[in-house]
């Protein structure tokens, strides 16, 4: 049965939770995530409901679709944040992208900054 990062971090001392959310912000890969969480390919393939290879091949890839990320950063208990930065503004988190959504796309920010955004963009 595959574990939950909160649960793994919440059994950790201080200084090795400390270490490890250290290390966590250095990591470049899917593979050092998954293994900083303590988890092997079999134990994300169960939670994923796919097969081991699904995920060695997905840890290959240098570009995947949002939606697969966030599923994957949330089989281990975390959760896929998007940011946009822009010079001389402050950073903008964008929301639902890469989710089904109903609703349209939401940018969170002020009004002010969400237009200049949007005319920065076009």
Do not use: C, W
Not at 5 to 20: I, Q, S
Not at 22 to 45: I, V
Not at 54 to 67: A, G, H, Q, Y
Not at 81 to 108: Q, T, W
């Amino acid at each position: 049965m595959a574990r939950k990062l909160d649960d793994v971090m919440a059994a950790l001392t201080p200084e090795r939770k400390m270490r490890v959310e250290t290390r966590a912000m250095e990591l470049a890969t899917l593979k050092d995530l998954r293994l900083a969480a303590q988890q092997t390919q079999a134990d994300m393939a169960a939670a994923l409901g796919v097969g081991q290879d699904t995920i060695s091949r997905l840890e290959k890839r240098s570009d995947m679709l949002l939606s697969t990320l966030r599923r994957y950063v949330q089989s281990m208990g975390g959760q896929l944040n998007l940011v946009a930065e822009f010079p001389n503004r402050p950073p903008v988190v964008i929301d639902h992208l890469g989710l089904e959504r109903s609703k349209p796309l939401e940018i969170r920010g002020s009004r002010a900054e969400v237009r200049s955004i949007l005319r920065a963009i076009d």
